[in-house]
């Protein structure tokens, strides 16, 4: 089983910053994506930045410019700076896992899902 682990959300005003860590547990090899998605009272959950085990990045238009994702492979770990924070960034931002891993001795692509963090921004 892979495990993701979240940490940084919080509550800021707008225009603070804020950095959230997410640290995948288990047995991870390979090609993989991780990403951050955030949804928000009664909205669909939406991607928000994804980075592969290479380094190729994407963002939703939303968040360019704002907002940077960086991983560091050696630790399992996925990180995402979001500065210039806005009330309508404020959601419950949940990490995402997509790629090998072996779950119960079988190998094989597998996504996982984080608990999510709570991120409020207020105006």
């Known amino acids: 089983q892979v495990q993701l682990v979240e940490s940084g959300g919080g509550l800021v005003q707008a225009g603070g910053s804020l950095r959230l860590s997410c640290v995948a547990s288990?047995?991870?090899?390979?090609?993989?994506?991780m990403g951050w998605y955030r949804q928000a009272p009664g909205k669909q959950r939406e991607l928000v930045a994804r980075?592969?085990?290479?380094?190729?990045?994407n963002y939703a238009d939303s968040v360019k410019g704002r907002f940077t994702i960086s991983r560091d492979n050696a630790k399992n770990t996925v990180y995402l700076q979001m500065n210039s924070l806005k009330p309508e960034d404020t959601a419950a931002y949940y990490c995402?896992?997509?790629?090998?891993?072996?779950?119960?001795?079988?190998?094989?692509?597998?996504?996982?899902w984080g608990q999510g963090t709570q991120v409020t921004v207020s105006s």
């Open positions: 995402n896992f997509h790629g090998s891993a072996v779950v119960g001795g079988v190998g094989g692509i597998y996504e996982f």
């Open positions: 980075i592969t085990s290479g380094g190729s990045t």
């Open positions: 288990g047995s991870i090899f390979g090609i993989n994506v």
